[in-house]
């Protein structure tokens, strides 16, 4: 069973989606309206989805997650490097930001861990890339159940 899921929101990266309290490292404000925003979005637009993925996944089979962020030009380029002066040099030092696709993973997973009340334990990730889309910024995951076997996990593990 495969589900394509769409948000339209980006996740804040891992860097101002968590911060450290002491030794403890904590969701913080932007990344909890992420995740609630997520949650309450993903069941009123994909129940049906959702609650089938549920069912499939049971107890012992893993969600194998794909992740694309769809993102506005400007969160992926400086976009004075294009531009030059008279004398040829750029507007900015270097052409890409650091918006790296792979710094939402953790927040992504955590969201998506509590939308499905699943242990992100189970989740096999696919790969997480960026797009440019300054129309229509968002999320798309593929979320597809996958047997553990497939990933060299010995069968007395994947049966109860």
Known sequence: MTVVLEFPDIPPSENSAYVQVGRMRKLSTPGKKFKRAFNEYAWDVYETEMDGL????????????DMELHLPLKDIVYLGWAKKSKKGVRGAKEPYRSMDGHNCVKLMADALSDAMKVDDRRFQWA??????????????????????????VPREYTEE
């Open 54 to 65: 549920c069912e499939a996944l049971g107890s012992n089979l893993w969600l194998k997650v």
């Open 127 to 152: 790969g997480s890339s960026k797009y440019v889309d300054d129309r229509d910024p968002r999320v798309v995951l593929r979320l597809e159940v996958v047997d553990p076997k497939e990933f060299g």
